[in-house]
């Protein structure tokens, strides 16, 4: 998969030249490349922002520089979904990082400053946000949303692992551990030293499923939904059909 990303700090992306994604990227399963809106400024001082019509505090990013920016992007990856970082976007969920993992392509453009023209979402296939919290600019969500997208890809992981991750399937994960058995007098639960796969893939769940109750009940609750339209189903193969009166 080939992303783009559309943002003023290039330098700030550092991170994704670092472990699993940068092995990704050496694989060819993963290319990631940054362009500099202030490559694609008229201006002769490369700006790119301007103040707010109406008055108000701040800068406001323009529409000429970013327009031509993935004007240019999209020449090179044009079957790419467009993507801004916006607050007010929908919720980047795991379910939603899966869709986005089975793009041709993917280009994010990271807002700042007090935000960007209104005109700039005309480009843009989503809004999205990765939480109800103030950031300084739309870096640090693009990098979160390619982290969690390129674990998705074919090959980047092993092919299970995923699967078994947080999120996955409505549930938090289980605790982990590992030597020593005893660590300043905490032990290690005994089920996992047992041997027995099956009981130890039974505690693993229900531990799963309590966690979640406790610490995410927002979850829980889709999880207990899912679960019902599962069992739906089944139950109503099990149901008697009516009978015909002669």
């Not at 007098?185 to 009981?199: F, I, T």
Request: with cysteine; hydrophobic share 35%.
């Amino acid at each position: 998969m080939r992303i783009d990303i559309l943002t003023i700090f290039p330098g700030m992306f550092a991170p994704l030249e670092e472990s699993i994604i940068q092995r990704a990227r050496d694989r060819e399963l993963l290319d990631i490349v940054l362009w500099n809106v202030r490559d694609f400024s008229r201006d002769k001082h490369h700006k790119v922002d301007d103040a707010p019509y109406g008055g108000g505090r701040g800068m406001v990013i323009a529409c000429d520089p970013v327009f031509r920016a993935v004007r240019a992007i999209r020449r090179r990856n044009p079957k790419a979904r467009v993507v801004l970082t916006n607050p007010q976007g929908r919720l980047f969920t795991q379910a939603y990082a899966r869709e986005m993992s089975r793009e041709k392509g993917l280009i994010f453009i990271c807002g700042h400053y007090e935000g960007m023209d209104e005109r700039i979402s005309s480009l843009c296939d989503d809004e999205v946000s990765i939480g109800d919290y103030v950031l300084t600019g739309g870096e640090l969500p693009a990098m979160v949303m390619v982290d969690c997208i390129a674990r998705l890809i074919p090959g980047v992981l092993p092919a299970d692992a995923p699967v078994n991750e947080s999120f996955s399937s409505l549930l938090l994960d289980w605790p982990s551990y590992t030597r020593p058995a005893v660590f300043r007098r905490k032990k290690v639960p005994d089920v996992l030293l047992s041997g027995d796969h099956e009981r130890i893939g039974r505690w693993r769940r229900e531990v799963s499923v309590e966690r979640t109750k406790e610490r995410r009940p927002d979850l829980y609750e889709k999880y207990l939904q899912a679960l019902h339209k599962e069992e739906e189903p089944n139950h109503q193969q099990r149901k008697p059909g009516k009978r015909s009166h002669p």
